[in-house]
Antibody, heavy 123, light 110 residues
């Protein structure tokens, strides 16, 4: 059974760096084809893909946010960490991590999702 | 990359069929057969309903189907049920080897 769970601060101040951790079980991020991604959703708005890391440490980022994002993995701890710098109130959103498996690099369908964590950016 | 274009809202009566469109460009929807559709109920995480344009994951009702023509993908729900009321999002692989989502469509079952 695959499960994912996001953790991190619920409130950050503008200009601060956000660090979110996705802790998962039921799969290994060292298995060929497997990836873990991050997606966010501002209140009442659409989903936005942020980043993805593959089993072989290949990383993909949203072009519009690439300069602010870093995704890393700790295979031994079954964790993926996303950092986002220079947070702004417009970054207030529910942040999800999700699992994917693919035979074609870059083709991403998220089949298992975490419950999401709401991050508010406010002074 | 710009978000894919979806209608903000669609509605239908129980038993009817509805179709939600997802319009992109030749650099995403039109260029590849890698469109997915997600269903999201209020306060819940999204659930994949269709992948690779027209494939259904195990456990998803065959009332859900997907197709694509040119730069526009479509999700059709037949035999509409009250439980289908939700937000629906499309997503597509892009020429930059990244992912883009649509703006979402709210489905109301009348």
């Amino acid at each position: 059974q695959i499960t994912l769970k996001e953790s991190g601060p619920t409130l950050v101040k503008p200009t601060q760096t956000l660090t979110l951790t996705c802790t998962f079980s039921g799969f290994s991020l060292s298995t060929s084809g497997v990836g873990v991604g991050w997606i966010r959703q501002p209140p009442g708005k659409a989903l936005e893909w942020l980043a993805l890391i593959y089993w072989d440490d290949d990383k993909r980022y949203s072009p519009s946010l690439k300069s602010r994002l870093t995704i890393t993995k700790d295979t031994s701890k079954n964790q993926v960490v996303l950092t986002m710098t220079n947070m702004d109130p417009v970054d207030t959103a529910t942040y999800y991590c999700a699992h994917t498996v693919t035979m074609v690099r870059g083709v991403i369908t998220f089949d298992y999702w975490g419950q999401g964590t709401l991050v508010t950016v406010s002074s | 990359q710009s978000a894919l274009t979806q209608p903000a809202a669609v509605s239908g009566s129980p038993g009817q069929s509805i179709t939600i469109s997802c319009t992109g460009t030749s650099s995403d929807v039109g260029g590849y057969n890698y469109v997915s559709w997600y269903q999201q109920h209020p306060g819940k995480a999204p659930k994949v309903m269709i992948y690779d344009v027209s494939n259904r994951p195990s456990g998803v009702s065959n009332r859900f189907s997907g197709s694509k023509s040119g730069n526009t993908a479509s999700l059709t729900i037949s035999g509409l049920q009250a439980e289908d009321e939700a937000d629906y999002y499309c997503s597509s692989y892009t020429s930059s080897s990244t992912l883009v989502f649509g703006g979402g469509t709210k489905l109301t079952v009348l």
